[in-house]
């Protein structure tokens, strides 16, 4: 028995290290499941982490394009609006040549108009003097032609004493 007992011992001695192993290896596994589900955690958030990281890439690549894009359409808006500025400066220059144009032709026609009114008035100075002279060229016209008629009638009156005068004579001869 005494061999079963120290026997015992010994097999007690080793089940309480085995129990103490045992412990300390459920310690173990306790803390590796603490340290997986820790690891599984990290690796999760790692893993959304990296799907960020793809996400911004991609959306960065997708911004890059989009810049490009915005980038082509300015020049092409920039070259457009280039072309405009040139098509309104060259309207411009047309206009202010039109309106430098329109200035001459106005000073030109004033000219004109000024002397044609300049004209009018020294025809109607000449007509109202051609008016007067025929006022008076009438006036002259009506005393020529009274005085003829007075010299008619005087030469009708000498003609008919003559003519009374030749016949007295012829009487008397």
Do not use: F, P
């Not at 690549?61 to 040139?86: M, N, Y």
């Not at 009274?146 to 009374?164: A, D, L, Y």
């Amino acid at each position: 028995l005494l061999r079963d007992d120290s026997m015992l011992a010994k097999r007690a001695s080793e089940l309480a290290a085995i129990r103490r192993q045992d412990a300390e290896l459920k310690a173990e596994v306790v803390a590796g499941e603490a340290l997986l589900r820790q690891l599984k955690a990290q690796t999760d958030a790692e893993r959304a982490d990296l799907e960020l990281i793809k996400n911004k890439e991609r959306l960065l690549r997708d911004l890059t394009s989009k810049i490009s894009l915005e980038e082509h359409r300015a020049g092409e808006l920039g070259v457009q609006a280039e072309a405009a500025e040139q098509r309104a400066a060259a309207a411009t220059a047309e206009k202010n040549t039109m309106q430098q144009e329109m200035c001459r032709v106005r000073d030109e026609l004033k000219d004109e108009i000024s002397e044609q009114y300049q004209s009018k008035l020294a025809l109607e100075a000449s007509l109202s003097e051609n008016t007067e002279q025929m006022v008076r060229v009438k006036k002259l016209y009506g005393e020529y032609k009274g005085r003829v008629e007075e010299m008619s009638k005087r030469e009708h009156g000498i003609t008919s004493r003559e003519n009374e005068m030749r016949s007295r004579d012829e009487l008397v001869s």
